[in-house]
């Protein structure tokens, strides 16, 4: 069965640090995508980032990197140089191939404090 | 370009009445999710429709609730009777095809007095 675990459940940082966010996921394929959202205050829920199995490089974009781990089945999510912005909840989530439905972790909420 | 459009945006009523709720997928996305998201439960998947047509509806949590997607720019989620416990923020997601992103409209928060 496909899950995903997101351990910590609330961070606080103050800005400027660094702040990495855990995502592990279970699925017996070997073809699957990860995904991570953000949900500002605001309530809406952003599209971050979408990875396929194959592709374990790193991505980074601006402040944003995430680090796939096929070996830990890990999907971690690192922000650089946090801001007061980058406060919201944080879901890691997984798909199988052939798949059309989302599996969502329980998000972790992150607070940046100025 | 037009993200996911869902109405209203914030839905207050009395429990018994009967709830509509709107959603407008991206324009040439074949899939259309409706979720509900509570502190309790979290992100709950409710149904999900491929080309207009509803492929699973196992998360639908009784049959006070149904949905519907005429075409392939609008979908209703209906509550009737409304009770209290269905008060939540309820989203709309549709993707292109399976396995790629689903993009969020801004939700609609109900609340069933």
């Known amino acids: 069965a496909q899950k995903v675990t997101q351990a910590q459940t609330e961070i606080s940082v103050v800005e400027k640090e660094d702040v990495t966010l855990d995502c592990v996921y279970e699925t017996r394929d070997t073809t699957y995508y990860l995904f991570w959202y953000k949900q500002p205050p605001s309530g809406e829920l952003v599209f971050l980032i979408r990875r396929n199995s194959f592709d374990e490089q790193n991505e980074i974009s601006g402040r944003y990197s995430w680090n796939f781990q096929k070996s830990t089945s890990s999907f971690n999510f690192t922000i650089t140089a946090s801001q007061v912005v980058d406060s919201a909840v944080y879901f890691c989530a997984l798909v199988d191939f052939g798949d059309d439905k989302i599996i969502f972790g329980k998000g972790t909420r992150l607070h940046i404090l100025p | 370009d037009a993200g996911v459009i869902q109405s209203p945006r914030h839905e207050v009523t009395e429990m018994g009445q009967e709830v509509t709720l709107r959603c407008k997928p991206i324009?040439?996305?074949?899939?259309l999710f409706w979720y509900r998201q509570t502190m309790m439960r979290g992100l709950e998947l409710l149904i999900y429709f491929n080309n207009n047509v509803p492929i699973d509806d196992s998360g639908m949590p009784e049959d006070r609730f149904s949905a519907k997607m005429p075409n392939a720019s609008f979908s209703t989620l209906k509550i009737q009777p409304s009770e209290p416990r269905d008060s939540a923020v309820y989203f709309c997601?549709?993707?292109?095809?399976?396995?790629?992103?689903?993009?969020f409209g801004d939700g609609t928060r109900l609340s069933i007095l």
């Open positions: 324009s040439g996305h074949d899939y």
């Open positions: 997601a549709s993707s292109g095809k399976s396995n790629q992103p689903q993009h």
